[in-house]
């Protein structure tokens, strides 16, 4: 509704200069014709007076014609641009209001879901058979597999995971989820999300980062959360989780797909880049849409809407300062006064 209400604001610009041009052009040509009959009138000399008269009359009154029309087109075309100004305002708190909603909604799940699966991490790297399996590496067989045991009842009951293994102080991994996976033979001494966690203070139970490909994953796109192991107040080993961020976005973008009717839904990343889409997006494209900054906001412009949102702060967690960007594509402003064109014509 908003959008033909601007076109036909604009529709009836377009209507009003037209005929205020053709009522000054009338003016122009009756000027022209008043000033020919006072020529002829001079001619004429005495006999050409009377009607020298009546053509300054006529000369006059296209002039007060010519300057009326516009003055009547300056004004309303004044008052139509106040208008379109109005209905501008109701296409973007109309149409996208309703998508800044949206995206604001997505975005909070998003945050939820992913604050959630701290929950497993925090409670992994607490259980005492993993501080045992560290404690006791060297010596106790009995331990690592008790530790063992315990990482891969939870991939067995989780669908959110792909691996979960335990890394010591000194960066070696000393149990995995999985006999085959290339981790195992990875020392993350040096690996910023391993010194981090190593450093961390007591508040800080667990982190994770940016979304990426991960080569020990068959670059599958993953989230890891770590947490450190703590040991009587010492920090003696890193417990991870790999979230298996392209499965679930997966899910929950094709249950998007199927509620939003045609609009596009994406994930970006700090960077502006895609890291999940309803589109046709390949993952880290640039999105185009995608602005800078934390507060929501709409974009509307012809045939086209951009809402976004980010992914709040949430029980300490920053969100990965993900961003949910939405594209709604709209009939253009042409298309909609082209389809009043056509209503009018058949009505």
């Known amino acids: ?27 122009g040509r009756t000027n022209l014709l008043a000033l020919n009959a006072t020529i002829e009138a001079a001619r004429s000399g005495e006999a050409g007076r009377g009607f020298a008269v009546v053509a300054q009359e006529v000369k006059a009154l296209a002039d007060q014609a010519r300057s009326s029309s516009a003055s009547f087109r300056e004004q309303i075309l004044g008052r139509l641009q106040q208008g379109a100004a109005i209905a501008d305002d109701l296409v973007r708190d109309v149409e996208g209001g309703r998508l800044v909603e949206l995206a604001q909604s997505i975005a909070d799940t998003l945050c939820r879901t992913l604050y959630d699966r701290s929950i497993d991490i925090r409670m992994l790297a607490s259980d005492h058979s993993v501080s045992e399996a560290i404690l006791f590496r060297s010596d106790s067989a009995k331990a690592e597999a008790k530790a063992l045991e315990r990482l891969r009842a939870l991939l067995r009951c989780s669908p959110y995971f792909l691996n979960a293994f335990v890394v010591d102080a000194s960066g070696e991994v000393a149990v ?22 190593l450093v961390a203070d007591l508040s800080q139970e667990w982190s994770t980062d940016d979304v990426w490909e991960n080569p020990w994953s068959d ?18 080993g890193v417990c991870y989780l790999e979230y298996d961020f392209e499965g679930q976005a997966a899910t929950i973008m094709d249950v998007i797909r199927k509620s939003t ?28 849409y995608v602005k800078p900054g934390d507060a929501p906001r709409i974009d509307a412009r012809d045939g086209l ?43």
């Open 219 to 236: 670059r599958r796109k993953v989230l890891v959360y770590v947490a450190p192991v703590r040991f009587d107040g010492a920090t003696i």
């Open 261 to 288: 009717s045609g609009a596009v839904v994406s994930i970006v990343n700090r960077q502006g880049r895609v890291v999940a889409s309803t589109g046709a997006y390949a993952y880290h494209a640039v999105h185009p």
């Open 176 to 197: 995995c989820a999985h006999d085959n996976a290339s981790v195992r033979t990875v020392n993350f001494k040096g690996y910023p999300q391993f010194e981090r966690a």
């Open 305 to 347: 809407v951009v809402a976004q949102a980010s992914v709040p702060s949430d029980h300490g967690f920053a969100g990965l300062d993900l961003r949910c960007v939405i594209e709604d594509h709209v009939a253009t402003d042409d298309e909609i006064a082209d389809a009043m064109r056509a209503r009018m014509r058949v009505g």
């Open 1 to 27: 509704m908003p959008r033909r209400i601007r076109s036909l604001v604009a529709s009836l610009g377009e209507e009003v200069t037209a005929h205020a041009r053709q009522s000054e052009a009338i003016a």
